[in-house]
């Protein structure tokens, strides 16, 4: 694809993940711009564009990406649709920057991939906590040595269920399989694994354990899983998302041979590290908009400064290992 010395930004939906996490990033980097933006609903639309100063709004996808100011797109809706919009940009010549989890499958993902390949435009994945402080302070303690060889790693997710899980006429998406893949599970996992596949590579085996025992919806509300490293590392995860109040937890322990490392996902809580030096915490500090170390590299990607390599192929392993624990493959 060729450079873009401009980057004009067309999004595909405008939710909340784009009020908070990310749509303002893209106006603060150098050559980067956002000059569209679709939502179906044209109130939405209407309003994101006047509220962030963005020239048009369209609520037909293929509006949008006939706009021909437009030369890369965000989309940013539910999963099931990911594959439909990220395809259709592709196909439109325009490079791709789509939310996480790549899809609400993975063979979606492999047609993405296939896609990417046949087009040769870009496709990144919105995997950001690849690129905050907090995490590669994580890596970096890692690679250090700082707990020795690792032998094993652990992650523990539980929270209660939120208020509109208990409005059975209108759930939220992320608890429909048909539009979010599964439930919170599908949602929150992705994160959690991608960490740990970035510091520790691909994740070769992988099973697991679903339940429903809240019975607020239908999809999996509680999750075990095992799984095993290309490397050998053994790993298990256990999720909740109908737990009480006091069991609360957001957490990954690194266990190795010479010390144990600690840290949150969600909720940034300090890095603990314990090791012969005793026990030490590192309270580092994200920026505001947190996906914006990311969509800085995925730009100066597309302007031939730097190479982003969160793209569909690394993040479709994502998908593979969260079908697997969920028995879908």
Same mark, same amino acid.
């Given at each position: 694809?060729?450079t873009?010395?401009?980057?004009?930004?067309?999004?595909?939906?405008?939710?909340?993940?784009?009020?908070?996490k990310?749509?303002?990033?893209?106006?603060?980097?150098?050559?980067?711009?956002v000059?569209?933006?679709?939502?179906?609903?044209?109130?939405?639309?209407?309003?994101?564009?006047?509220?962030?100063?963005?020239?048009?709004?369209y609520?037909?996808? $293929?509006?949008?990406?006939?706009?021909?100011?437009?030369?890369?797109?965000?989309?940013? @809706?539910?999963?099931? @649709?990911? /594959? +439909?919009?990220?395809?259709?940009?592709?196909?439109?010549?325009? /490079?791709?920057?789509?939310?996480?989890?790549?899809?609400?499958?993975?063979?979606?993902?492999?047609?993405i991939?296939?896609?990417?390949?046949? @087009?040769?435009?870009?496709?990144?994945?919105?995997?950001?906590?690849?690129?905050?402080?907090?995490?590669?302070?994580?890596?970096? #303690?890692?690679?250090?040595?700082?707990?020795? =060889?690792?032998?094993?790693?652990?992650?523990?997710?539980?929270?209660?269920?939120?208020?509109? !899980?208990?409005?059975? @006429?209108?759930?939220?998406?992320?608890?429909q399989?048909?539009?979010?893949?599964?439930?919170?599970?599908?949602?929150?996992?992705?994160?959690?694994?991608?960490? #740990?596949?970035?510091?520790?590579g691909?994740?070769?085996?992988?099973?697991?354990?679903?339940?429903?025992?809240?019975?607020?919806?239908? +999809?999996?509300?509680?999750?075990?899983?095992?799984?095993?490293?290309?490397?050998?590392?053994?790993?298990?995860?256990?999720?909740?998302?109908?737990?009480?109040?006091?069991?609360?937890?957001?957490? &990954?322990?690194?266990?190795? !041979? =010479?010390g144990?490392?600690s840290?949150?996902?969600? +909720?940034? $809580?300090?890095?603990?590290?314990?090791?012969?030096?005793?026990?030490q915490?590192? /309270?580092?500090?994200?920026?505001?908009?947190?996906?914006?170390?990311? &969509?800085?590299?995925?730009?100066?990607?597309? $302007?031939?400064?730097?190479?982003?390599?969160? !793209?569909?192929?690394?993040? +479709?392993?994502?998908?593979?290992?969260? !079908?697997?624990?969920?028995?879908?493959?």
């Open positions: 694809m060729a873009m010395e401009h980057v004009r930004w067309g999004f595909i939906g405008c939710g909340e993940v784009t009020e908070k990310s749509g303002p990033a893209f106006n603060l980097i150098e050559g980067s711009e000059v569209a933006v679709m939502s179906r609903r044209a109130d939405r639309a209407q309003s994101y564009a006047e509220r962030h100063g963005v020239k048009r709004w609520t037909d996808p $293929q509006a949008l990406l006939n706009d021909p100011e437009v030369n890369a797109v965000y989309i940013a @809706t539910p999963p099931s @649709t990911h /594959a +439909t919009y990220a395809i259709m940009a592709m196909k439109s010549g325009k /490079a791709v920057y789509v939310e996480k989890p790549m899809a609400s499958n993975y063979e979606d993902c492999c047609r991939n296939r896609i990417a390949e046949k @087009t040769g435009v870009p496709c990144f994945v919105a995997y950001y906590r690849r690129y905050l402080p907090y995490f590669i302070k994580v890596k970096d #303690l890692v690679n250090s040595g700082a707990v020795g =060889k690792v032998v094993n790693v652990q992650i523990r997710f539980a929270v209660p269920p939120r208020d509109l !899980d208990y409005n059975k @006429t209108n759930l939220p998406w992320r608890v399989a048909d539009i979010a893949g599964g439930g919170y599970f599908y949602d929150l996992a992705p994160h959690q694994i991608d960490l #740990l596949q970035e510091m520790f691909p994740i070769l085996e992988a099973e697991g354990m679903k339940a429903n025992r809240g019975g607020l919806y239908p +999809t999996e509300d509680s999750v075990s899983a095992c799984f095993k490293f290309g490397n050998g590392l053994p790993g298990s995860g256990s999720w909740c998302f109908v737990a009480h109040e006091s069991a609360k937890e957001d957490r &990954i322990d690194i266990v190795g !041979d =010479k144990s490392l840290f949150s996902v969600f +909720t940034y $809580q300090p890095i603990v590290l314990q090791n012969e030096n005793g026990r915490e590192f /309270a580092v500090e994200n920026p505001p908009y947190v996906q914006l170390p990311l &969509i800085k590299l995925v730009v100066e990607h597309l $302007q031939d400064k730097a190479i982003c390599t969160c !793209d569909c192929v690394s993040a +479709t392993p994502v998908n593979w290992v969260v !079908d697997r624990i969920l028995g879908k493959l």
